[in-house]
């Protein structure tokens, strides 16, 4: 079957998990019946044995996708001679009181103009292709069942068994109309053929693509950006929608793993659990939209971590979907990985670093929810306080950093600024609600935070912030000084490094997140590609510090990095491919952001609003 670029794929998902369908009409990556479950389609990380569902024309044909208008409703089009044909995918999404929690991945597929052939192919691989499956051809369809697990696949169409698959020929008529359906139902639910087929009888089809059109732009007008780029930054919002997990508000950094920052390289790794400073950023998008919804289900979840926090132990970097603490990392060997990128990895060793930046992304949720949500409760108040307590204690300890570098920990200027972050947030808060707090000794341990920034972490010979106390290296984790209001935008010292960040980590305007093989060593071999979020950054920083025109030619360029359907991975590479977890929540977040800040530095046009 061979790799296609990362940037050819679009991704569907019903707030539990996602699928990733590529422009051929091929999924390649789902993990049931959640995010951070084993996978059922992982073609994308080997597509020799990784397993797929493809759907596809067999006219020599142009691919084409699109989402339906204001949703994550995907149409592949394949257009030829012969005729046009089009498959839609989406999964539905279950309302909260529904009991019975089934997993769909439903295909209409259609004939546009002409008679359109068609073949499909289905062949699952459980568990990273760990566990073997039985095939039953039963009724109107298969089942695919594995220990553990059973998936169902409803056709209209005859299936013949191909190996540990399926296969089906047929052809639809100009306007005709087939549906297909994908689905495996959680634990102790029961699931037949003949199920399926009164599913797909009384309700799958017209009447729930309908039923997920709605619930998707009914989602989104509630978002309220209208400013030069709306269809961007809705497109973002719907892919952060995506990321959340539904039972408990959190929100993953990406829906894959082992997807390679370098092609060949070793770079890979799991993202498919709640990162506290990319969750926490998330959050603070979606205040920024009006969701204020999303973002009082995350509190929540944030509110179960703070409380862990104020235990006196550090907080965990990440954290399962569900809240659970273990993510042991482990080497799949047994997968080629993409594009023979290897090792390629599940779970992630990140759990167990320190980390010390996430109380500020933590601590700047809180506020900001307070300011656009609803008041702090005097309970979690009490927790919050108990970390603050030992964020003022420890932030002069070593760090592993916002990179995760296992090369050892050092003085990392951005977890500095963070722990400034976190006692600064929670004054102003107390100041605000009048909530009781050592406001004396938590001014003063973030007074010397601040000193320490500007007399260590700062190089007068380069006239720049530097990565580490140890070091004269740049790093574009140091460009959120202004947008968390560290420093004024216009300060020479930020002025400086902006300057020595675009002499020497800017390519193209795409900017690079540090110089690897100076400062702090990531403990691995090979190279990376440019780190999106950074790029977002870069922009914002232009904007706040008056250079609004040159940030927006950057913005506007790096729109063009985008696939074709809106979406970003984490990195993009010296061609301007997708490099790195796809989607990433990171990168829609600093294009939310960056969009939100340019459009009001630029004046008119200008309507959108922080809360509701």
């Known amino acids: 079957m061979g790799y296609k670029p990362i940037e050819s794929y679009g991704v569907i998902g019903d707030l539990h998990t996602v699928a990733l369908v590529g422009i051929d009409g091929s999924i390649d990556w789902c993990c049931l019946p959640h995010f951070d479950s084993p996978s059922v389609f992982a073609a994308i990380l080997d597509d020799q044995k990784g397993g797929s569902f493809r759907i596809a024309s067999l006219h020599e044909a142009q691919h084409k996708q699109m989402y339906m208008p204001d949703s994550n409703v995907l149409v592949t089009r394949f257009l030829s001679d012969q005729g046009v044909g089009e498959v ?21 597929v259609r004939a546009v103009r002409g008679s359109v052939r068609f073949r499909l192919d289905c062949r699952p691989a459980f568990d990273f292709t760990r566990r073997p499956h039985r095939v039953v051809l039963e009724g109107r369809g298969a089942i695919f069942e594995a220990q553990g697990m059973k998936v169902s696949l409803v056709s209209r169409f005859p299936l013949g068994r191909q190996g540990d698959g399926v296969a089906a020929e047929f052809v639809l008529n100009p306007g005709e109309t087939t549906t297909f359906i994908l689905r495996q139902v959680e634990e102790n639910g029961h699931d037949s053929l003949h199920d ?55 929100i993953v950094a990406a829906p894959t793993c082992g997807l390679p920052e370098e092609i060949g390289g070793v770079r890979n790794w799991d993202y498919r659990y709640t990162w506290v400073r990319d969750a926490a950023f998330t959050n603070y998008a979606f205040l920024r939209l009006g969701l204020t919804s999303e973002a009082e289900q995350f509190m929540a979840w944030l509110e179960q971590r703070a409380v862990e926090g104020a235990r006196g132990d550090p907080l965990q970097t990440m954290y399962r979907i569900d809240g659970g603490h273990e993510l042991p990392e482990e080497v799949l060997g047994h997968l080629d990985g993409y594009r023979g990128s290897r090792p390629v990895r599940v779970g992630n060793a990140a759990a167990e670093q320190l980390q010390l930046d996430i109380y500020g992304e933590l601590m700047d949720a809180v506020y900001l929810y307070d300011k656009y949500g609803t008041p702090t409760a005097y309970d979690f108040w009490c927790h919050l306080r108990k970390m603050l307590d030992w964020v003022a204690n420890n932030w002069e300890r070593a760090d592993d950093g916002i990179w995760e570098v296992r090369g050892g920990q050092q003085q990392f200027v951005y977890s500095k600024v963070q722990c400034w972050v976190a006692l600064d947030r929670a004054i102003r808060l107390a100041q605000k609600r009048s909530l009781p707090l050592d406001r004396a000794r938590l001014a003063a341990e973030r007074d010397r935070i601040y000193e320490a920034i500007m007399t260590r972490g700062w190089n007068t010979d380069r006239q720049t912030f530097v990565q580490h106390f140890a070091t004269d290296a740049v ?45 702090a060593g990531d403990g691995l071999t090979g190279s ?61 977040i600093g294009l939310i952001s960056a969009a939100f800040n340019l459009d009001r530095r630029l004046g008119r046009g200008a309507s959108s609003r922080v809360g509701p």
């Open 528 to 588: 990376e590609g440019t780190f999106n979020m950074c790029t977002f950054w870069l922009v914002e920083a232009l904007a706040r510090a008056g250079r609004a025109e040159e940030a927006r030619f950057i913005f506007e360029k790096m729109l063009t990095y985008a696939n074709h359907l809106g979406l970003y991975a984490e990195e993009t590479g010296p061609r301007g491919e997708a490099l790195g977890n796809f989607p990433q929540a990171f990168t829609h």
């Open 196 to 250: 399926g087929a009164l599913l797909e009888a009384r309700l799958v089809g017209t009447e729930a693509l309908t039923q997920t059109l709605a619930f998707w732009r009914q989602w989104l007008r509630k978002c309220n950006y209208s400013g030069r780029w709306r269809e961007m930054v809705h497109r973002s919002a719907l892919v952060l929608k995506l990321l959340t997990f539904a039972p408990t508000g959190a």
């Open 88 to 108: 839609v995918d989406f999964m539905p999404v279950q309302g909260p009181r529904e009991i019975r929690k089934i997993h769909q991945i439903v295909r209409v």
């Open 475 to 519: 790093d574009a984790s140091n460009l959120i000084m202004p947008l968390v209001f560290f420093v004024s935008p216009t300060d020479p010292r930020m002025r400086g490094t902006l300057d020595r960040t675009m002499a020497e980590l800017v390519s193209d305007s795409l900017v690079h997140r540090y110089e690897i093989g100076r400062g």
